[in-house]
C-alpha cells in the first residue's frame, strides 16, 4: 500500500500517525487552551501530527476562524464537515497548506472531491461497508479527487477489525483498484477509543483521528505505533 | 459495485482442551483470530489472573488492588474468580503443593501453576480438575497425570520440535506457552511467533495444533505512577495476544483483566 502526503505529512501503514480534534464551537481561552494542550502531547508523542479541526457550528467563518488559528501550532490539519462549502471557506484561511478534507456526508462526496481537486488537498472517503465505500471512492476519483484515504464508518472494534482486513485483502490479494488507499480510522475519547486505535494499527491502519485521548493512551498509541509489525493478513 | 470475494473457507478446529472441572474449553480455533469473514468460531480467549505465594516478588502497585487478600493465595485466587476471571495462574514458589489443592477445592476454575519439577510432580496427583503444569526455567519433563503441559521456545521450529518430543512421552495434553507480551520493542516478536504458530497450525503442522497461551504480567514492572496506567498498558497488551491468536492470557491487574475480556467478547462477537 502506498503512502499519501497530507499537509506536508507522509502517512501509510508503515508511517503511521494519529490526530486529536478540535470543535470549532469553542472559542477564546477554551480554544487556546485546547491547541495547547494537543501541542504538548504533540512533543511527547512524536506520531500525534495532526489536528483535525471539526465543523460542528455549521457555520463557515467560525470554522475558518479555528483551522487558521490550529494552522499556527505547526501540526499537520485535518479538516472534518458535512458541508462542502465549509471545507473551501476553511482551505482559503490556510493558504500554502494541503490539510485533508473529510466531508461527513456520504452524498456530497462529489462535490467535497471536485474541492480537492481544484485545491490539491486529500480527501477521506466515508463509506459505512467496504461495498459502500468502494462506490464511494470511485465517485471521488470519477470526479478528479487530488488523493485518497479509506475512512470506513465502524461501530466498534469489530468492526474495524472485518473492515480492515477486507480492505488490505482487497489490495494485497486482488489489487482492487479502489483499495489501494491508505487507511484511516475515525473513532472517540478514552480507553474504548484506544483499543478500537489500537485494533487499527495491528490491522493495516495508517492514519488514526481520535475525539480525544489523555497523556497516557497517547503514550500507548505511540508505543504500539511504533513497534507493531503485522506478519500477515 | 461488485467486489471479490476475500474470505476463507474454516479449517478444521485445532485442538482443544477442557480446563478445570470441564467447563472451560481453550482453543479449537478454525481461521484467524476472531475473523467472521473466515468463519471464526465465537468463542474468545481465556483470561488467567495471577496469584502468588511469594509476594516480595509482586508490585505493591498491583498487590494494593487486592483488598489485603492478596497475603492469602487462596482467598487471592477467589477474589479473582469473584471478578470474572476464567482461571488462575498460581506461581508457586513456597513449594506447598497444598495452595494447589485448596484453590482448585474453593474456586472450581482453571488453574495453571507455575513450580520447580518436584512441586510439579505433586501436583500432577490431583485429580478432579485438569491443570496446566509449567515447569520453572524449563519444560517440565515429569509424569504429568490428567494434565496439560506448557511447552514454549523463541521460534514456531523450536516449538513445534518439543511438542514433537513431548508428544511421543505419556502427555494427555499440550499447551503451547508464547511467553510474555507487551506494549514495547518486543511486541513484535512476540506476534510474528504468536501468528506464526497459529498460520502453521491451521496450514495443518500437526506439531502446533495445541492451545496457546501467553503473560502480560511483566507490563507493570516498567514502573509505571499508579494503577490505573499499568492496567491500560496490560488491557493493550492482552489485546495485542488476542489478535496475534493467543488462546489464553495470564494477567495480573483486575481492572485490565476485565478490559480483555470485554474486548474478546466483543472482538468474538458474544
Known sequence: ?233 | MRLPRTSRRPCPPLEEICLGCGDYVAGGAQSLPFLDLDGARRRRPLVFGQVTDDLASYPSLAADMFSGRQTDPVEWAVMWKEIGADGVWIDLRSGDSDIVRRICDRTRLPVAVSADDEVLRDVSDIDGSTMILIGRDHAYDGPSGVHAVAFGGETADDIAERCSAAESRDINSIVIDLGGFSVDEGVSRSVALSEDVRRRALSGDPALRHPTMCSTVHCWDRGFPDARVASMWEAEAALTAMLAGTDIVIMRGPGAADMARVYGEELADL
Open chain 1, 1 to 233: 500500500m502506498t503512502g499519501i502526503e497530507i499537509d506536508g505529512r507522509v502517512v501509510s501503514p508503515e508511517e503511521r500517525a494519529f490526530g486529536l480534534s478540535v470543535s470549532d464551537i469553542l472559542l477564546g481561552d477554551a480554544l487556546s487552551d485546547r491547541l495547547s494542550n494537543i501541542v504538548e502531547l504533540a512533543g511527547d508523542c512524536p506520531r500525534l501530527r495532526f489536528i483535525c479541526v471539526r465543523n460542528d457550528s455549521m457555520d463557515p467563518s467560525l470554522f475558518s476562524a479555528v483551522v487558521a488559528v490550529a494552522a499556527g501550532t505547526g501540526l499537520g490539519l485535518v479538516l472534518e464537515s458535512a458541508d462542502p462549502v465549509c471545507l473551501r471557506s476553511a482551505i482559503a484561511s490556510t493558504p500554502g497548506s494541503t490539510p485533508l478534507l473529510c466531508v461527513t456526508d456520504p452524498d456530497r462526496i462529489g462535490e467535497t472531491a471536485v474541492l480537492s481537486a481544484v485545491t490539491s488537498c486529500p480527501i477521506s472517503v466515508p463509506g459505512s461497508d467496504t461495498e459502500s465505500l468502494m462506490d464511494n471512492v470511485d465517485i471521488a476519483e470519477s470526479n478528479g479527487a487530488t488523493g485518497i484515504v479509506l475512512c470506513p464508518g465502524y461501530t466498534n472494534m469489530k468492526d474495524c477489525l472485518e473492515i480492515n482486513t477486507d480492505l488490505q485483502r482487497l489490495e494485497a490479494e486482488h489489487s482492487f483498484p479502489q483499495a489501494c488507499h491508505p487507511i484511516m480510522t475515525r473513532t472517540w475519547s478514552g480507553e474504548y477509543a484506544l483499543s478500537v486505535a489500537s485494533v487499527s494499527v495491528m490491522r493495516h491502519g495508517a492514519l488514526i483521528i481520535l475525539d480525544d485521548l489523555d497523556r497516557d493512551g497517547c503514550r500507548v498509541l505511540q508505543a504500539l505505533m511504533d513497534d507493531f509489525r503485522a506478519l500477515h493478513v
